[in-house]
Structures are given as C-alpha cells and as structure tokens.
C-alpha cells in the first residue's frame, strides 16, 4: 500500500524555523506531484504548496510564500517543508498529500499522510 | 484565488436518508473539483475528483455532479460510517482552495 509518514513538527517560538519530511514508499515517488496542506485547530483545511514530480514547479499560498520553502528529493523518495519565520497563525496540523494525473491536470489528491503537529506559541 | 463555499455548514440525518451537500464556486471551474470525507483526528479521504468521478474503493453510495460553479456531492443511503466532515477542493488554479466544509451529524 503507499505510505506517506510526516514528521518534523513540534513545539516552536514565533520567528523560530522547522523542518517537516514526507518519507514516501511503495509508489515512484519521482513520477509524482506532491503537496502539503494544513488544518488549524478545530478548522478547515488550507492547501499549502505543490511541487511538481520533477521539482521544476512550485506553487505557494500567498499565506506562506516567502517564508516557506517545498522540495524534494527523488532519490530518497521523500518530501520536505523547510518552514522560517514561524507565526502563531502557522500552527495546524501539517499533512503531505501526493498528488495524480487526470484529465489534463495534475493536481488531485488521492493519498495522505497522517499529519505531523506544528505549534508555534510563546 | 477561487472562493469555494459550502451548503449546509451542519447537517443532521438518520442512517438510510439520502444525503445532498452543495459546492459553490466564485468563478467558474469547470469540473476541476474534488470531494474529500474527513473523520475526526484523521487525514482526508479521496472521495470524488473531476467532480463525477469515484475514487476506486469508494462505496457507489456516493455520486458527484455538477460543473462550472455549482457541484453535489450525494450520498444515496447514509451509513454509520458516513457520519463525518465534508470538503470540496477545486484544482482550477492555484492556490487549490477548499471549501470551508459540512459537517454530516447523527440525527
């Protein structure tokens, strides 16, 4: 079955930075967009940012742009959010999502993590 | 950024009933929508994409219509297991906004 782990989250001050990994296996990850979307405390969800299965194109919310960066790495089969200048607003529950090819469009999402817990609080 | 807004926000019904959330969008998106369920404390699940489509392993009891700005999801016989939180997502263009969700709650 695919699998998609995040981690990385944790307990961070305003302006602090964070990592989260998408640890992927039992697909070819390189022939896959990827995204990462969020959901705040008893909130809906916000999509974050898509990067394509060869890392040419990245899209950010406008909420994130500037301060968040995607990559990923095709070899390893994992995913990463580099996250700076935390803001209190930031804190959610972060998931990795990949993402299929229909139609003409590459961006649905069929698989998801399980999510990884970032907080950011004084 | 493409607004997506959702009707009802709660909806209360009985096991069996026959179960219709609406989507709307600002602008139109032709049938690049997707419907997610949600439990609570776990991921979303694909339910529907390109608005009609059902995502393989998804009961048939779920069906999705609609194009442009206004989509459906229906479920045909609610199941205890259907009690949960609904999403729509458009992939139009980004950012790939999301519905602000119905909530589906035991009557």
């Known amino acids: 079955d695919v699998q998609l782990v995040e981690s990385g989250g944790g307990l961070v001050q305003p302006g602090e930075s964070l990592r989260l990994s998408c640890a992927t296996s039992?697909?070819?990850?390189?022939?896959?967009?990827m995204n990462w979307v969020r959901q705040g405390p008893g909130k809906g969800l916000e999509w974050v940012a898509y990067i394509s299965s060869g890392g040419r194109t990245i899209f950010y919310a406008d909420s994130v742009k500037g301060r968040f960066t995607l990559s990923r790495d095709n070899r390893k089969g994992s995913l990463y959010l580099q996250m700076n200048s935390l803001r209190a607003d930031d804190t959610a529950v972060y998931y990795c999502a990949r993402s299929f090819f229909f139609a003409d469009t590459p961006y649905y999402s069929d698989y998801w993590g399980q999510g990884t817990l970032v907080t950011v609080s004084s | 950024d493409i607004q997506l807004t959702h009707s009802p926000s709660f909806l209360s019904a009985s096991v069996g009933d026959r179960v219709t959330i609406t989507c709307r969008a600002s602008?139109?998106?032709?049938?690049?929508l997707a419907w997610f369920q949600q439990e609570p404390g776990k991921a979303p699940k694909l339910l529907i994409y390109a608005a009609s489509t059902l995502q393989s392993g998804v009961p048939s009891r779920f069906s999705g219509s609609g194009s442009g700005t206004e989509f459906t999801l229906t479920i045909s016989s609610l199941q205890p297991e259907d009690f949960a939180t609904y999403f729509c997502q458009q992939v139009k263009s980004y950012p790939f906004t999301f519905g602000p969700g119905t909530k589906v709650d035991i009557k």
């Open positions: 602008q139109d998106i032709s049938s690049y």
């Open positions: 039992e697909f070819t990850f390189s022939a896959y967009g």
